[in-house]
């Protein structure tokens, strides 16, 4: 029963270096969805995608932040010249296509987590 | 404003006992869909319940309901018979409007709960 899975679980980083987080969602699921979560708070939504796409980016920082979902692959979360503040815990999530059951498709799964470091 | 409010910071209950976490919601779309969430100390974020706004009966799953009032826009999670392993965050969230696919999760601040022996 492969969930969803990220990797790395935990990643630390030095000021101005990249992050690069990976999401592989669940088998069948075609919708990706990156969040975000600082300490004491709750998840913050990032970026939606789908295979090839960028459906939505409204929570992405304008700078520095990518994410892609390429045809092969997992997805990826990209954090260019890292900062203190970027330090949080990142979430991927995936929910079925739109070909599932009602009920189904509306349900996001989440993998464990990356929880990002920067020193 | 806040989209959805989870009220209770942190929450005692004692073990076998039932109790209830509370989430208002707020919004203007008749679609929508109220979820909740586990957030054990090992960090990972497990899917407990779901209700759909158009859903007609109070949503369960094993030892966890929803205690979906519309008209209150309230969404309270109520766990049965708590056990040592329920000590955990637990945060509400919503979809907005369910037609859409690809529609983001809202989430609360969330309610850290913990189950004495």
């Known amino acids: 029963n492969a969930g969803v899975m990220q990797n790395p679980r935990h990643l630390v980083r030095r000021r101005g270096q990249e992050a690069r987080l990976r999401c592989s969602p669940m088998k069948g699921h075609s919708h990706v969805y990156w969040y975000r979560q600082l300490p004491e708070e709750g998840l913050k939504f990032m970026v939606y995608l789908q295979k090839e796409n960028i459906i939505d980016e409204s929570g992405m920082p304008k700078e520095r932040f990518s994410a892609e979902f390429p045809k092969e692959g997992p997805s990826i979360l990209r954090i260019q010249q890292v900062v203190r503040g970027d330090s949080a815990a990142y979430f991927c999530?995936?929910?079925?296509?739109?070909?599932?059951?009602?009920?189904?498709?509306?349900?996001?799964?989440f993998g464990a987590g990356t929880r990002l470091s920067v020193l | 404003a806040q989209k959805i409010t989870q009220t209770q910071p942190g929450m005692f209950v004692q073990e076998k006992e039932a109790v209830t976490l509370d989430c208002t919601y707020d919004t203007s779309d008749p679609s929508y869909g109220l979820f909740w969430y586990k957030q054990p100390s090992s960090g990972e974020m497990i899917f407990l319940i779901y209700?759909?706004?158009?859903?007609?009966q109070n949503a369960t799953e094993g030892r966890y309901s929803l205690n979906f009032q519309k008209a209150r826009k309230s969404a309270n999670l109520v766990i049965s018979a708590s056990q040592l392993g329920d000590s955990a965050m637990y945060f509400c969230?919503?979809?907005?409007?369910?037609?859409?696919?690809?529609?983001?999760?809202?989430f609360g601040g969330g309610t850290r709960l913990m189950v004495k022996p």
């Open positions: 999530a995936s929910s079925p296509t739109t070909g599932s059951s009602g009920r189904a498709k509306n349900i996001q799964y």
């Open positions: 209700q759909g706004s158009y859903d007609q």
């Open positions: 969230a919503m979809r907005e409007p369910l037609n859409n696919a690809g529609n983001m999760l809202t």
